[in-house]
């Protein structure tokens, strides 16, 4: 599976957009781009995955660079509840994921 | 549906002792994973499978045992607790086919420390 590389930490304003970048730049033609957050010490969530295609869904939109190196987790309109650790993960093996030390998001009031 | 459940929430062990890590899901997922996850660190996969009877190591399998004996269930045995073993445990699981197919589903976690 591909390497990924996150910012360790970020912050955002409530309201604002949050924009997580993730870099893949080893990625694979039959790698897909997951996104997860875990939230406190819960369970890690679900929040979207991509191919090639930008894709949205309820939660959030990713963004995937045309050379498939990098990706952007968007979250249109953050609020504290959006405050988590993200982690973007890169896989061909839909049963095994590696996750990486992900990106410590911070909303501010 | 109750989801993936894990057993039991918190758990202290001695050195040397055993123990089993219970996950069972209600889903009739194929795939389940187990996880650990040290205090500020990503999470880092021990066991997998893939189905009843299939089973596979991860990037952190010393000192862990897994079996797959049926669909729902996918316990975790500590064969010897080591103080370094001290950690989070998740178990996910998710189906590979259908709507929900790419998106894991994670248990709330067994917080496991070792003296």
């Known amino acids: 599976d591909a390497k990924t590389t996150q910012p360790p930490s970020m912050d955002c304003a409530e309201g604002r957009a949050a924009n997580l970048p993730c870099n893949h730049s080893?990625?694979?033609?039959?790698?897909?781009v997951y996104w997860y957050r875990q939230i406190h010490s819960q369970g890690p969530q679900y929040i979207i995955h991509?191919?090639?295609n930008n894709e949205t869904n309820e939660m959030a939109s990713l963004i995937i660079t045309e050379d498939r190196k990098s990706s952007t987790l968007i979250l249109p309109h953050a609020t504290l509840r959006d405050t988590a650790v993200y982690y973007c993960?890169?896989?061909?093996?839909?049963?095994?994921?590696?996750f990486g030390t992900g990106t410590r998001l911070k909303v501010l009031a | 549906n109750a989801g993936v459940t894990q057993t039991p929430k918190f758990q202290v062990l001695k050195t040397g002792q055993s123990m089993t890590l219970q996950c069972a899901q209600d889903?009739?997922?194929?795939?389940m994973s187990w996880y650990r996850q040290d205090p500020g660190m990503g999470l880092r996969l021990i066991h997998y499978?893939?189905?009843?009877?299939?089973?596979d190591q991860g990037e952190v399998p010393n000192g862990y045992n897994v079996s797959r004996s049926t669909t729902e269930d996918f316990p975790l045995r500590l064969l010897s607790a080591a103080p370094s073993q001290t950690s989070v445990y998740f178990c996910?699981?998710?189906?590979?086919?259908?709507?929900?197919?790419?998106?894991?589903?994670f248990g709330s976690g067994t917080r496991l420390t070792v003296v």
């Open positions: 991509g191919l090639k």
């Open positions: 080893t990625i694979s033609g039959n790698e897909y």
């Open positions: 889903m009739n997922h194929e795939y």
């Open positions: 499978s893939v189905g009843a009877g299939i089973t």
């Open positions: 996910a699981s998710r189906s590979p086919t259908g709507p929900s197919r790419y998106g894991y589903t």
């Open positions: 993960i890169v896989s061909g093996m839909a049963y095994k994921y590696i």
